[in-house]
């Protein structure tokens, strides 16, 4: 079976990969020129079902729970399972046990127990919440290292191209996010900072939680550390606004002092695609699949929807399976 994806984020590199380990023979077409540069890009990259159920739906758990097993298998060496650290300031408290309330998988941590895991916020938190089978990633790396796998199981690449003016496959899968032509999605702009520090040193991502801010702050290589991101109901791409810098920065500053004369190395904007309930779907239309409205879980969710979108796929062209099957054996021969 020819399948064609649109997209080069993560939806289409996830679904790709479980299409070709199915079989499938794989094109991926994406109109910019290189990998990157859509909201994938900018994604923190934590593995965090457990904590995302706080504000989501219970199905952002169910289908991310193992989502850092199917990263660890895809891209071996790219998932850090060092858990998440949830914290927040002495008059933020009830802020504390409202996300306690809200969540599971975690366990309660004293001033004594955060300096262990974390000795750089030594002094600074009384109280915290820890949730050890959490991970994360790097969404660069882990978008690099994918594409290269896939690249070696013979999945083609297809940059700075129009995929709707590619004929000449069994199936297409669209993994456009905002660029879908769909009504229903909306768009949720994230901003992000990456800063660069030698004076902090995190081994996972921590959460500051505020009534008005909340932040979360995920360590990167090279001193570098992603702090995000706003949630803005709008499809703007523009710059990163002062309010947005100030109140990011503002943040990251009361997790710890010295992120005030950390470097600002980049800035960045990603309009994610939401549903109105704000769950993701895999939808076929025809003898095309749609995979849309991971909204700020792409990384996260992305490894479920891959899967039913595979399952879909295949599960459409079952009375064709002997014929597809003779194809394959031909190509191998």
């Not at 899968?173 to 660069?196: F, N, P, S, Y």
């Not at 939680?209 to 702090?227: E, I």
Request: proline share 6%; hydrophobic share 40%; with cysteine.
């Amino acid at each position: 079976m020819r399948v064609l994806i649109r997209g080069a984020g993560v939806a289409g590199l996830t679904a790709a990969f479980e299409l070709a380990t199915r079989g499938a023979a794989v094109t991926v077409a994406e109109t910019r020129h290189s990998l990157g540069g859509n909201a994938s890009w900018f994604a923190g990259g934590m593995l965090a079902p457990w904590c995302e159920r706080e504000s989501a739906e219970q199905p952002v758990l169910d289908l991310g729970r193992d989502a850092a097993d199917w990263w660890d298998t895809a891209t071996p060496g790219q998932v850090t399972r060092a858990g998440t650290l949830v914290v927040a300031a002495p008059r933020d408290t009830g802020e504390l046990e409202r996300f306690a309330s809200r969540t599971s998988g975690h366990r309660r941590v004293d001033e004594d127990e955060i300096e262990l895991l974390e000795p750089d916020l030594a002094g600074r938190f009384r109280r915290g919440l820890f949730f050890p089978d959490e991970a994360h990633l790097d969404p660069r790396q882990a978008m690099a290292a994918l594409h290269d796998r896939l690249a070696g199981m013979g999945v083609e690449f297809r940059f700075g191209v129009d995929a709707r003016h590619i004929s000449r496959f069994d199936r297409r899968i669209d993994c456009t996010g905002m660029a879908a032509e769909d009504d229903r999605l909306r768009g949720v702009r994230g901003e992000m900072l990456i800063l660069r520090t030698p004076d902090v040193s995190l081994s996972r991502p921590v959460r500051l939680l505020h009534p008005r801010f909340p932040l979360y702050v995920v360590p990167r290589t090279g001193h570098r550390f992603m702090v995000g991101a706003t949630m803005i109901e709008s499809r703007s791409t523009g710059p990163v606004t002062a309010r947005s810098m100030m109140e990011l920065l503002g943040a990251a500053y009361a997790l710890h002092p010295a992120f005030g004369e950390a470097e600002i190395v980049e800035t960045g904007v990603g309009i994610r695609p939401a549903f109105p309930d704000n769950l993701p779907r895999v939808e076929a239309r025809g003898n095309a699949v749609a995979i849309n409205g991971l909204y700020r879980h792409g990384f996260l969710l992305a490894p479920a929807m891959a899967r039913q979108a595979a399952g879909l796929v295949f599960s459409q062209d079952r009375t064709k399976e002997p014929a597809h099957e003779t194809d394959r054996q031909r190509r191998s021969a």
